[in-house]
Every structure is written in C-alpha cells, then in structure tokens.
C-alpha cells in the first residue's frame, strides 16, 4: 500500500524547543508550510534557501495549532511569500497568547497580521494535485487538527500523537481524557502503514504508535 508516492515532505527543527516545521509538495511544484516555527532571519533563510533550491511555489500555510513554537515564523513566513494560514477556529485565542508566553520566556515575536482561514474537521485543503484531509483533534488545545495526505500516506499529527508519547495537556486549553480519546477515536483507527510526522521528535507510524506507544496500550 502506498508504494506510489508523489507529495515529498522535508523537515526543519527549528527554534529553542526543537519545533518540526515540514515543507510538503508534490510534482507540480506547489508547496505547503506546516507549522512554521522559524526562529529569526537565520531560520528564515533556511527555508528561503530550500525553496529556492527545489524551485517551489508556496501556496499557503497550515498550522496544526496555535502554541509560540509553532508559529514563531508565522508572520515572516506570510510576508515573504504572501500567503494566508489556515487554523482551526478554537485556536485563535491560542495565538493571542503565543505572544504573551514569548514576552515571559524572553523570546521576540510578531503578530500575524494576514489572512486566517478557519479550518472544519473532515474538510479538504490542497496544494498543487495534493489534498490534506482535516482531522480535529482536541486535548493538546481546543483547536488542535492532524493533516492527512490519503493517497501518500502521510499524516501531519501536530502536538496530538508523538513516536512514543502524546502531547502535553497541562496548559490552557488541555485536556488529557479528551486528547486520548481523540487518538484512540479519530487516528488509531487510521491504516497501520500511515506515516506519522508529529510536531517534535522522529517520525513512526500508526501501526507502530498503535502496538507501542506506552499511552495507548490497555491497561
């Protein structure tokens, strides 16, 4: 299953809390920005550099949620290339205070002020021939969505499902009994063979997170 692939994926560790940022983009050369968490010109030039390099065409942005370090380089990233995000609407507020936890960990941030587009579960976003199917995941925050790539087999998870851990729920708008059952509901179910690329760490997959992952297992 999934022996043909046509969306290629490439990941940046970026900023202070090791963040995945993934640039995704398929054979027409159109590409997406999942998270982008580029800390500073440094980080930014890295992705300028490698869209550059793959002779990309960037087409939007989508973030899984609303947390600093996923979006330190929202606003630099829309800027550079003139492009909208895409978050689900519960985590508006999370960017709000993405701003205020930066001020108190010392770190500089910049408001969007682009377009935000609201994301709805089960809807499709594109890019290029690809499609990402919205999967809504709340209990990492409110707002927390995974992106699904069915025909490749790829599935963006954000901060809801680690290699071997699950997200953190002791911050506003956590909530650990709703994050478990959004796993075990919406993703555990998914083809064991899906590849798994989550907000921090290596990637896995469903079938191993689902055998594995000390979360998840039966009590």
């Known amino acids: 299953m999934f022996?043909?692939?046509f969306m290629e994926t490439k990941t940046?560790?970026?900023n202070p809390i090791r963040e995945c940022c993934y640039v995704a983009w398929d054979e027409t050369g159109s590409c997406a920005f999942i998270d982008p968490g580029c800390y500073g010109e440094r980080e930014l030039q890295r992705l300028k550099d490698f869209v550059a390099q793959k002779q990309l065409t960037p087409e939007k942005i989508l973030l899984t949620h609303g947390h600093f370090d996923h979006i330190l380089g929202l606003e630099d990233v829309a800027r550079t290339w003139n492009l909208d995000a895409w978050i689900h609407p519960d985590d508006h507020a999370?960017?709000?205070r993405s701003g205020q936890w930066c001020s108190q960990l010392g770190l500089a941030f910049k408001p969007f002020s682009g377009q935000l587009?609201?994301?709805?579960d089960g809807e499709t976003v594109s890019f290029g021939r690809t499609q990402l199917r919205v999967i809504t995941t709340p209990g990492h925050t409110q707002g927390g969505v995974c992106f699904l790539c069915e025909k490749d087999g790829v599935l963006f998870s954000g901060d809801t499902l680690f290699a071997g851990s699950i997200g953190r729920t002791d911050q506003?708008?956590?909530d650990y009994d709703?994050?478990?059952e959004s796993i075990c509901r919406k993703l555990m179910p998914l083809d064991g063979e899906i590849i798994l690329l989550p907000g921090h760490g290596p990637a896995s997959s469903i079938g191993f997170e689902r055998a594995t992952?000390?979360?998840l297992q039966p009590a």
């Open 117 to 120: 587009h609201d994301l709805s």
């Open 94 to 96: 999370q960017l709000v």
């Open 178 to 180: 709703q994050l478990i």
């Open 213 to 215: 992952n000390p979360f």
């Open 3 to 5: 022996e043909e692939k």
């Open 12 to 14: 940046f560790y970026f």
């Open 172 to 174: 506003p708008g956590g």
